[in-house]
């Protein structure tokens, strides 16, 4: 029984390696799934698609787009999502529902609000509650997102942001982009929240609303000046049209040119194993690490090519040593 | 003795306009109902569109797929306008459209036609519905987003009032708010926050003179449940609330303008399936409630038909309705005496505690910045509502003869014939209507149209232009409504209104204790948690029952993927295998799950999930669901499965067994 697990995982790891996308509910389907079985097939799959198995960085963008509810994420992402898709980059789209779990079940109605046509195959949308906390991602998310980038050009992780979750995201995500929406005090709240460091692109909404948006674009810039941010700001508009969609495209594709990759990737993969650890071990697995920041300062001196399976052993085994 | 007033009127009071709502198929044989209809004595039309109609597609369009000519009559131009009202002088009828997203539109082909009839449009008679609050609440038959959409009523009010000044332009509806679910105090502040949101946007496109014209223009359209004084008590709340807003909110001085003027279709909610002779019962009560008392008492009624949860009622099923309407006006003495009412303390008190009630919830609706921006607020509500009434059925505090209680039965004649007491639509009529369409584009002067459409385009565009004159000319030039819908959809953008069901509160566990307990287990053994997607496939927007499925299960411990109403069936499929879920539940209420249903599971093959089990509900004659089982179905309930948990517990065996689980030791 056991080894079934494995190969079944090797396989998947085969398919999205030869960028097959319809390997991608499997995918989504063993990486959300707790039994034993399932747990060790996942763990192949995860290893079959880490750099060392590659030979280089998972060539997908990830992407996370976060902002308040109500912001117009989702009509962005439907015209996002044609935009990559006119130039034939293939999308996959992870939506953390804000519902948070009742009872155990939960209510997912995100992917309704992205409008694509439901015969593409080149896009692939996957919805899951959010985690226990409000807005947290949900613990499949991470994985999932590291996956599906070594067969998607584009992977997107879209969350609500409140509070936390926008630091969770940029814990995985190469660009981070925040949308807000012009006159509605996210901006002025944006402002004073003091996350200017996560947004790698800041997202302004409803660019149709003239001056108002205009204005809130250029309140961003110099609070962003003010704080030697280097983060770009781009104004759109979902409605048709469109407006200053291809704009933030570009800016996207910038940002992903402008960063260490490896780097990047590779501190995401350390944050992704102590996540992992601390869901297992708890509070008492990380004091035996000598605390988060120990740990943190611990795994950035490990080798940048391990995979998130490696570090988490790793991490364990120096836990256990303690 | 003598000198005692008389306690009866001087003079026998005029009945109210009887209505059958009605229309099926095409416009030739809905043509014929409506004569034979107004042979039996009925005296005003009630227009019932099909669902293509109403959303803004024509009947070659992918979405109208199995739904042409199911729940009303199919009119795609003003060929089709002619033809539905052939031989019916429009100078002397008095219409009825329940027409909301496209009311500009029907609005338009009804001027059109009765200008090729040789009457003036300043002497057309009738109702538009077009009240598109509740379509975002309810009924789901929108096209555009919110502020697009109030224009186009502000802007079918600010022309009527001017050109077609007995033309009531909008019947604000609480109708459909009691079938979501509406509590009497939400029935009444929802309506009157709506009202006042279309009031507020009329009043900044018309000269200020004539809001008092405006504001006794507006009517209602409301409902009547079995609860029958209280129902009544609700009607006297919304007369006093209206006069009250009108003398206040719009100084309206004349009280005439201030009369709270209604027109009514009692309640289906209550229908049942079980036991169906029953319902006559039902309605004969609910209709005393809107006639009862002289003060409050309808203007047009229209009823139900006995067998409405079963299927389409057939033309003989509405004239049993109609029937009862004229035996409560013609042989009982109730149109012989003023208000009953009058100085009852009973009456008195129940009327304040709703005035109350409904005053409160409307300051909420008006912080929240009004019935517009309350949208999602309203909705939650109602789920909220709906499912605190069915709980109450599966409980048994609320007592539903024939399903809850009193169950025991012997079999009815009625349902025994060979059609199970319900129409069914020729299903060659989808196919006519398509070619029929395709026909009439081919025909006419498209550079006529194509000009009226750009011109169409343009003042939509312009927001302070009115948008009627160009509608006009474009249902003169032979435009058809999809064409219309799909201009200004290009316009104005398209729009998904809120499910209502993300914010539902969770049921006292106790209630679901058992199904969850099943649910926790079954999911442990698959892996990962039970994941259920609950589709509306077609245009079918009653998304009611839907979403009580959606929220229970999510209560009983389901992930739930619920996307709403609308969907093609190639969009279901996608969302199956993309999501993983391990079961399907479809739900339909216009009568094309034949068509809808086999596309939904083609469309699964190919996607390469047919073995994902399929579940379906809605309104489906027990041959249909024979059917259905035998095209890989693996359950189809009905109004009659009424037990939500037992429901859940079906769908979790189900998953086991497919998945190879058995049952618990």
Not at chain 2, 150 to 162: C, F, G, K, N, Q
């Amino acid at each position: 029984m056991s080894g079934g697990g494995g190969l079944e995982g090797a396989e998947l790891a085969r398919r999205l390696r030869e960028r097959d996308l319809t390997a991608a509910p499997a995918v989504l389907n063993l990486l959300e799934s707790g039994t034993g079985r399932s747990r060790e097939a996942a763990r192949e799959l995860l290893a079959g698609l880490a750099p060392a198995a590659l030979g280089r960085e998972a060539p997908g963008h990830v992407i996370g787009v976060t902002g308040p509810p109500g912001v117009g994420k989702s009509s962005l992402l439907s015209r996002l999502v044609a935009h990559w898709r006119s130039g034939e980059r293939s999308v996959a789209v992870l939506a953390v529902d804000p519902t948070s779990r009742r009872s155990g079940g939960a209510l997912l109605g995100d992917r309704a609000r992205i409008e694509v046509d439901p015969t593409d195959p080149g896009v692939f949308i996957r919805s899951t509650a959010a985690g226990t906390r409000l807005g947290g991602l949900a613990p499949a998310t991470r994985a999932a997102a590291a996956a599906l980038a070594s067969a998607f050009d584009v992977v997107v992780i879209e969350t609500v942001g409140v509070g936390q979750s926008e630091t969770e995201v940029a814990d995985v995500a190469d660009t981070v982009a925040v949308v807000v929406q012009p006159a509605s005090g996210d901006v002025l709240q944006f402002l004073k929240a003091g996350i200017m460091e996560v947004p790698d692109v800041l997202v302004v909404t409803k660019s149709d609303l003239g001056r108002i948006a205009t204005r809130a674009v250029s309140d961003l810039r110099a609070a962003l000046r003010a704080l030697g941010a280097d983060a770009e700001v781009v104004a759109v508009s979902a409605l048709p049209p469109g407006a200053g969609i291809a704009e933030l495209g570009a800016a996207l594709d910038r940002h992903r040119d402008s960063i260490d990759l490896p780097a990047r990737r590779a501190a995401a993969r350390r944050l992704h194993a102590l996540a992992d650890f601390a869901t297992e071990h708890g509070e008492r697995g990380l004091r035996a690490l000598g605390g988060r920041r120990q740990a943190e300062r611990w795994l950035a001196e490990q080798d940048p090519a391990l995979d998130v399976r490696a570090l988490t052993e790793a991490l364990e085994s120096r836990a256990a040593s303690a | 003795m003598s000198d005692a007033p008389s306690p009866r009127l001087p003079e026998r009071d005029r009945p109210w306009l009887m209505r059958t709502y009605a229309g099926h198929s095409d416009a030739r044989r809905s043509n014929e109902l409506y004569r034979r209809n107004l042979e039996k004595g009925q005296t005003g039309l009630s227009i019932a569109f099909d669902l293509p109609t109403q959303t803004g597609y024509d009947p070659d369009h992918e979405l109208a797929h199995g739904e042409v000519g199911k729940v009303g009559v199919s009119i795609a131009h003003r060929g089709d306008m002619r033809a539905l009202l052939d031989g019916i002088p429009l100078g002397e009828m008095n219409t009825s459209m329940t027409i909301n997203a496209t009311a500009a539109w029907l609005l338009a082909l009804y001027i059109v036609t009765a200008e090729e009839q040789g009457v003036a449009e300043a002497r057309l008679q009738g109702t538009t519905q077009n009240d598109i609050l509740k379509e975002y609440l309810s009924r789901g038959t929108y096209a555009f987003p919110p502020g697009p959409s109030m224009r186009l009523i502000a802007d079918t009010i600010a022309y009527t009032v001017e050109h077609v000044p007995k033309w009531n332009p909008i019947n604000i509806c609480s109708y459909h708010l009691q079938e979501a679910g509406a509590t009497p105090v939400q029935e009444i502040a929802y309506a009157m926050s709506n009202a006042i949101a279309v009031l507020d946007a009329v009043r900044e496109r018309v000269d200020h003179a004539l809001m008092p014209s405006v504001f006794g223009r507006i009517s209602f359209f409301v409902n009547a449940g079995v609860r029958f004084v209280e129902e009544h008590a609700k009607l006297r709340a919304m007369a006093r609330i209206w006069d009250e807003l009108g003398r206040t909110r719009y100084g309206v001085e004349d009280p005439k303008h201030r009369r709270f003027r209604y027109g009514v279709q009692v309640n289906s909610l209550g229908l049942t399936e079980a036991q169906p002779e029953n319902n006559v019962y039902r309605i004969a009560l609910e209709a005393l409630a809107v006639t009862l008392g002289r003060s409050a008492r309808a203007r047009a009624i229209q009823l139900p038909a006995w067998n409405e949860a079963l299927g389409l009622p057939r033309p003989w099923d509405q004239q049993w309705s109609l029937r009862l309407q004229q035996i409560l006006a013609y042989e009982t003495d109730l149109l012989e005496y003023p208000d009953l009412f009058e100085g009852s303390k009973v009456m008195d008190g129940l009327v304040a505690e709703l005035v109350q009630g409904a005053r409160e919830e409307m300051e909420h609706v008006r912080e929240l910045g009004g019935a517009v921006e309350a949208v999602d607020y309203m909705k939650a509500s109602l789920v909220e509502s709906h499912r605190e009434r069915w709980r109450r059925i599966e409980s048994g505090e609320l007592t539903v003869v024939g399903m809850n209680r009193f169950t025991s039965t012997e079999p009815s004649p009625l349902t025994a014939d060979a059609d199970g007491g319900i129409l069914v639509v020729d299903p060659r009529v989808e196919a006519d209507q398509r070619a029929a369409v395709q026909r009439w584009r081919a025909e006419r002067d498209q550079a006529l149209v194509d000009r009226a459409l750009a011109e169409l385009a343009r003042v939509a565009r312009e927001e302070h232009e009115n948008i009627m004159p160009a509608t006009i000319e474009a249902a003169r030039a032979g435009a058809t409504t999809g064409e219309w819908a799909a201009t200004l959809r290009e316009v104005f953008g398209e729009y998904r209104a809120p499910t209502g069901v993300g914010e539902a509160a969770a049921l006292p566990s106790e209630q679901v204790a058992q199904v969850r307990e099943e649910v926790e287990r079954l999911s442990e053994a698959l892996g990962r948690r039970l994941k259920f997607l609950v589709g509306k496939p077609g245009l079918d927007g009653h998304s009611n029952g839907a979403e009580q499925i959606a929220v229970r299960a999510r209560d009983a411990g389901m992930d739930v993927v619920y996307e709403g109403i609308r969907l093609t069936p190639s969009q279901i499929a996608t969302s199956a295998a993309q999501e993983g879920v391990h079961v399907v539940g479809l739900s339909i209420l216009s009568g094309s799950h034949r068509e809808l249903i086999p596309a939904v599971l083609e469309a699964m093959r190919k996607a390469g999930v047919g073995e994902v089990p399929v579940v379906v509900g809605g309104i489906i004659p027990e041959a249909d669901a024979e059917a259905l089982r035998e095209l890989g179905i693996a359950a189809v309930y009905t109004p009659k499965d009424w037990d939500l948990n037992r429901m859940m517990r079906d769908i979790v065996a189900l998953v086991a067994e497919r998945n190879g689980i058995g049952a618990p030791a």
